[in-house]
């Protein structure tokens, strides 16, 4: 049976950083898609980050490229992502997910449908 468990989040002031992690078990973080989404309040969830960390492929949305870093530590079966210069615009609930896939592209044609979700961590970025 496949669980992810996520940290807690955390509230942080305006340009500061925060690290989410999401332990898996049952998925291998590291040869499966990895995401990480967040949902706004009253507005819908997106992903923000996505990875197959075995062929060394990830990508991020526009709003958080070059801020938001998604990484994994394979000995713990665990994924991060690391938020700097963190804005108001971040406060959001965020949800680690995981897909079963054996390619990067498989990754990519998967699109919408993940099936392995956290329980979500709220991040609050206060100005």
């Known amino acids: 049976k496949v669980r992810i468990v996520e940290s807690w989040g955390g509230s942080v002031q305006a340009g500061g950083s925060l690290r989410l992690s999401c332990a898996s078990s049952?998925?291998?973080?590291?040869?499966?898609?990895m995401g990480w989404f967040r949902q706004p309040p009253g507005k819908e969830r997106k992903l923000i980050a996505i990875s197959y960390f075995d062929e060394g492929r990830w990508n991020y949305g526009e709003s958080v490229e070059g801020r938001f870093t998604i990484s994994h530590d394979k000995d713990k079966n665990t994924v991060y992502l690391q938020m700097n210069s963190l804005k108001s615009e971040d406060t959001a609930m965020y949800y680690c997910a995981a897909e079963r896939a054996d390619t990067w592209w498989g990754c990519i044609l998967n699109g919408k449908n993940w099936t392995y979700w956290g329980q979500g961590s709220q991040v609050t970025v206060s100005s």
């Open positions: 049952g998925l291998a973080v590291s040869s499966n898609c």
